[in-house]
Structures are given as C-alpha cells and as structure tokens.
C-alpha cells in the first residue's frame, strides 16, 4: 500500500512549488527516443537505454504511466514497466510534445555547467543504486534506479523556479556551510522538500517520493530500503567521480578503517564494511563502463 503525501512544510516551499512546472528534458536524449521509436526494429532495450539516461525525461515516463488515463491496478514503478505499458507510440508522441529543454540547455554559462553536474551525477547514482540493490534482498534494482535517478530533481526546481537564484547556495557552501542549510536560508525549503512535493503531486509512487525525501537523513516507514540504497549510491556516485575519500584498492588496511558518511543507511541494508567496499567496486566499474572513463 502507498501511504499519503506528506504534507508541504511550509510558506516558502508553497510559494516556490507554484513556479514549478514539468522537468526539462535533455535536447539530445529526446532526440534519440524520437530516432529510436522510429521503426519497429527498435528492441524494447534499446528504448529503455535511452530513457533511462535522463532523469526529466524518465520522471515524465513515470508520471503519464501512473495517470488516471491508464488507470492500472497499482503504481508503476520502474521505467521498464512504464515503457512495456505505454508503447512505442506513445513514448514517441511524449518525446516529440516535449518542448520544454532549459534545465541542459548547452550553453556554456555557470547556470548550465551546474545542471549538467547534477544531471551526470543523477544518473551515476541511479547506476550504483541498481548494482545495491542486486546485492540486496529487499529493493528491486529497476526500482532502486528509478528513485535514486530522481533523488536530487529538486535542486533543478529550484533553480529554474527561482531564474537561477542557487549560485547563492554555492556561495554558501563555498564559504563552509552544509549545502542543505544553505538551501534553507537561501530559499526557506531544501530541494528534498521541493523534489518530494513535486514528485507527490505527479503521482509518483511513494518509494520514489521517500527516497526524495529522505536520502539526507534517517530513513522511516514502508521504503526505508530504498532510501538507504539511494542515500548510498549517491555518496557512492560523489566518491567516485570526484575522487572524494576514494578507496585505494590496494591499501587494505585504510580501506578497512574507513568510516562511510551514510552510516545510517548501512544500518538498514545490513552491509558490513568489507561488503560495501566490494560493492562499491562494482559500482566504479559500472560508472566507468557506462562512461568509458578511466577511474
């Protein structure tokens, strides 16, 4: 059962949810699933590869496919599913009326740069949170990708809502404040509140609204699991992109000693230390396959 909504916290989450309208899509992902739905020759893959590259494209998969229009007996849950019920058709139809592109515009101001970083890094952690949760009994992994590529949409609301206004969260954080408290002196609410009212009111399941929600602090109810494995993956995904407390595989003893900042949530899933860090080795040679970088 998918429990209700949490309710808006306060004014200054109301007043910025107003501005907020429907994510942006990637120009060039939309592109691809135009090219791809194409021809039937397409496989079913091919079309899930492509959507699942952008969180704002993803999130509008999600959002029509749990809409009263499709009525379906319960929420659906990861873009595989989503796809598998809509069709061709009518993923290309989505694909061809977005028009809506500012959140990865290619422009090379400051404004673009940051969406791109939380762009790329949304999807590493979606890929980290699938290869957790194939470690996991508890979260499925196409579920796991789905909350853990929309965990940070909220800082991208928040940007667009305020024309840009987060380059003072930045100055903040660069002058030695919490990137959440800066959020909450910038603009009264952080982009968890934001992202996980947003999410709410586009009738997402509750699994996604959660780990929106909570992937900063403890995690409580029904989808804690999925909380914890997105909390987790997105450290994970900051760790191995930007080098930060990197595990040197071959200094055991450092790596053994090592403390994990999402303590919390390696308390929910039950990983031990040395569990983790062959997980996260997993999940450095998934980022890096999918990128073709060297790590």
Same mark, same amino acid.
């Given at each position: ?28 992902v ?35 496919a ?34 809506v592109? $500012? ?19 949304s999807? $590493? ?46 100055e ?7 990137a ?29 609204? $959660? ?17 914890a ?7 994970f ?11 040197d ?11 994990w ?35």
């Amino acid at each position: 059962m998918y429990a209700e909504a949490r309710p808006e916290p306060n004014n200054s989450l109301a007043a910025i949810l107003a501005k907020v309208g429907e994510i942006a899509a990637m120009p060039q992902v939309v592109y691809k699933i135009i090219e791809l739905t194409g021809t039937t020759a397409t496989s079913a893959q091919a079309i899930e590869d492509a959507i699942s590259l952008d969180p704002g494209f993803s999130s509008k998969v999600l959002i029509l496919a749990n809409s009263a229009f499709y009525a379906l007996p319960r929420r659906v849950t990861s873009i595989r599913e989503a796809a598998t019920f809509m069709g061709y058709k009518t993923i290309r139809q989505l694909a061809m009326t977005v028009g809506v592109f $500012d959140m990865f515009v290619g422009k090379n101001d400051s404004g673009s740069l940051r969406r791109r970083t939380w762009w790329r890094h949304s999807v $590493d952690a979606a890929v980290c949170a699938k290869v957790l949760a194939k470690n996991s009994a508890h979260v499925d992994p196409e579920d796991a990708y789905s909350c853990a590529l929309l965990h940070d949409v909220g800082k991208s609301l928040l940007d667009r809502a305020t024309q840009g206004e987060y380059v003072q969260v930045e100055e903040l954080i660069a002058s030695g404040m919490n990137a959440v408290d800066a959020e909450k002196q910038v603009f009264g609410c952080t982009h968890m509140e934001l992202g996980a009212a947003s999410a709410a009111r586009w009738n997402l399941p509750q699994m996604i609204i $959660d780990s929106i929600a909570m992937h900063h602090g403890n995690a409580s109810g029904d989808f804690s699991y999925h909380v914890a494995v997105t909390c987790i993956a997105s450290e994970f995904a900051h760790q191995i992109v930007e080098g930060r407390k990197a595990v040197d595989e071959s200094a055991a003893e450092e790596s053994a000693q090592r403390v994990w900042a999402s303590e919390w949530a390696m308390s929910i899933l039950g990983f031990s230390n040395e569990k983790l860090e062959q997980i996260y080795r997993e999940c450095k040679t998934a980022i890096t396959q999918r990128t073709g970088m060297a790590m």
